[in-house]
């Protein structure tokens, strides 16, 4: 489909649900070693976290993404991370 705009990895044109964050990643160096670090935020709602650790990254977004699914995305929640 050359030319063809999809909006879904099967290439048909009706999208499932979805949902969409902007995470920031650094890279920290510290005394003979280096971390990556970052903040995440849920661009519907703005809520955001920093973190260190990846599974903390992937708990955020799955934890917005249930939260989303049982509130029908209607509720706007306050940051879980420090600015």
Do not use: C
């Not at 510290?30 to 703005?46: K, N, Q, W």
């Amino acid at each position: 489909m050359v030319g063809q705009r999809t909006d879904s990895l099967d290439g048909n044109d009706a999208s499932p649900p979805g949902h969409q964050f902007v995470v920031r990643l650094w890279k920290e160096e510290m005394t003979g070693a280096s971390e990556y670090r970052g903040i995440v935020r849920d661009v519907r709602t703005d809520a955001w976290k920093g973190f260190r650790d990846w599974s903390d990254l992937v708990a955020f977004m799955a934890g917005r993404l249930e939260r989303a699914d049982t509130d029908g995305g209607a509720s706007v929640v306050a940051n879980e991370g420090e600015k």
